[in-house]
């Protein structure tokens, strides 16, 4: 999370050429699921890509409400849980991220360190919700209000741990 780009995106077969970025992904009932957004290769090759709407819905309502996107930030660099970690806490298959390292902006302690989080801790919760990978805890920070706390569960070394969190702004990269 410390330099990770969001890539929440909806994969898809329609046919999107070059310069058709932006515009509408709608299903069988002509409902709008995505904005279509990339392909693959310089000319339309059998694959595209998507920000789902919920996301773009989240953005729209942030630039409206503020004028500008600022995403919330916990300062940590994740994983994916490790098999032997996911054996020895005794957790489920899928569930989880790792906190790899923390991460030192320009000297001052991130968010997760300033709550007492540690390398090692596995994040197992964010805010009552379960986290089951990186990507999905990566955008729950990323759509968490700046400045407002949030509960966070981990797993450290098997105990269930419970941090309050002051989510701090994604620092520009």
Known sequence: ?????????????????????????????GQVVGINTAIVG?????ISFAVP???????????RDKGRVARGWLGV????????????????????????????QLGFASPAQQAGMARGDVVVRWNDKEVTS?????NF?????????????VNRAGQELSFDVKVGERPKP
Not at 147 to 152: C, D, E, F, I, N
């Open 42 to 46: 310089e000319s339309y090759q059998g």
């Open 134 to 138: 990186p990507a999905m805890l990566s």
């Open 1 to 29: 999370m410390a330099g990770t780009p969001y890539q929440d995106f909806l994969q898809t077969d329609a046919a999107v050429n070059p310069g058709n970025s932006g515009g509408p992904l709608v299903n069988a009932q």
């Open 53 to 63: 709407s919920s996301i773009a819905h989240g953005v729209y309502d942030r630039l």
């Open 77 to 104: 660099q994740l994983a994916e849980v490790p098999p032997e970690t996911s054996t020895s806490l005794k957790l489920p298959s899928g569930r989880g991220a790792y906190i790899a390292g923390l991460v030192d």
């Open 141 to 153: 920070v990323a759509q968490t209000d700046i400045g407002s706390t949030a509960k966070v569960q």
